[in-house]
């Protein structure tokens, strides 16, 4: 079993549609979570960045961690096609020597107009 | 806040130069810094971790001598492939550790 599991698409939808976007993970010992979106040939840019569970908004973004079922989600209100991109799920066990990424292998968001 | 650049963005060279990439933050100063590789529509592969001052620690399967990395400032880490072959063409990734990480647009290395 992988460290983080992400569906990696292709996911469709029309444009003003509410997107959700998941990984599971099985390590306990993360305890930071972030997303990226990463457009192609760029690098990726932070989103979300959280640590505690229950949600963190931020404008049409909302992140949501469950450390209980080891579950984190993005939610994407009136989706734009610019929002169109590889959307990458994070995690980290800490800082100091722990601070490495796991990442999720992505997935590919498409916004249709 | 918390930008990082990369220079160059795109680099063409012969098999057998090397070729040195640049990776900056530009408003905040990184103790840790991190070098990634990503081959297409695949995810990022963590190649090393930079510190400033000290060796980076190059992840399993990653050949040190291959990919020289310099952390010589709070700002600055360079990876410099040496003696690079086509099998060497991917898209780097550098990242700077504040809260958490912050990643540069990339550079594309193609080795002909």
């Given at each position: 079993q992988?460290e983080v599991e992400?569906?990696?698409?292709?996911?469709?939808?029309?444009?003003?549609?509410?997107?959700?976007?998941n990984c599971t993970y099985s390590n306990s010992a993360f305890q930071?979570f972030?997303?990226?979106?990463?457009?192609?040939?760029?690098?990726?840019?932070?989103?979300?960045?959280?640590?505690?569970s229950?949600?963190?908004?931020?404008?049409?973004?909302?992140?949501?961690v469950d450390k209980s079922s080891k579950y984190i989600?993005?939610?994407?209100?009136?989706?734009?096609?610019?929002?169109?991109?590889?959307?990458?799920c994070?995690m980290?066990?800490?800082?100091?020597?722990?601070?490495?990424?796991?990442?999720?292998?992505?997935?590919?968001?498409?916004?249709?107009? | 806040?918390?930008?990082?650049?990369?220079?160059?963005?795109?680099?063409?060279?012969?098999?057998?130069?090397?070729?040195?990439?640049?990776?900056?933050?530009?408003?905040?100063?990184?103790?840790?810094?991190?070098?990634?590789?990503?081959?297409?529509?695949?995810?990022?592969?963590?190649?090393?971790?930079?510190?400033?001052?000290?060796?980076?620690?190059?992840?399993?399967?990653?050949?040190?001598?291959?990919?020289?990395?310099?952390?010589?400032?709070?700002?600055?880490?360079?990876?410099?492939?040496?003696?690079?072959?086509?099998?060497?063409?991917?898209?780097?990734?550098?990242?700077?550790?504040?809260?958490?990480?912050?990643?540069?647009?990339?550079?594309?290395?193609?080795?002909?």
């Amino acid at each position: 079993q992988k460290e983080v599991e992400q569906d990696p698409g292709p996911l469709s939808v029309p444009e003003g549609a509410i997107v959700s976007l998941n990984c599971t993970y099985s390590n306990s010992a993360f305890q930071y979570f972030m997303w990226y979106r990463q457009y192609s040939r760029k690098g990726p840019e932070l989103l979300m960045y959280t640590y505690s569970s229950g949600n963190k908004e931020d404008g049409r973004f909302t992140a949501q961690v469950d450390k209980s079922s080891k579950y984190i989600s993005l939610f994407i209100r009136d989706s734009q096609p610019s929002d169109s991109a590889t959307y990458l799920c994070a995690m980290s066990a800490g800082g100091g020597s722990n601070y490495k990424l796991t990442f999720g292998k992505g997935t590919l968001l498409t916004v249709n107009p | 806040g918390a930008v990082v650049s990369q220079h160059p963005s795109r680099v063409i060279c012969k098999s057998g130069t090397s070729v040195k990439i640049e990776c900056r933050s530009l408003d905040f100063q990184a103790t840790t810094m991190f070098w990634y590789r990503q081959f297409p529509k695949q995810s990022l592969m963590l190649m090393a971790t930079s510190n400033e001052g000290s060796k980076a620690t190059y992840e399993q399967g990653v050949e040190k001598d291959k990919f020289l990395i310099n952390h010589a400032s709070l700002t600055l880490s360079t990876l410099t492939v040496t003696s690079a072959h086509p099998e060497d063409s991917s898209f780097y990734i550098c990242s700077a550790k504040a809260d958490t990480q912050y990643f540069g647009p990339g550079t594309r290395l193609t080795v002909l």
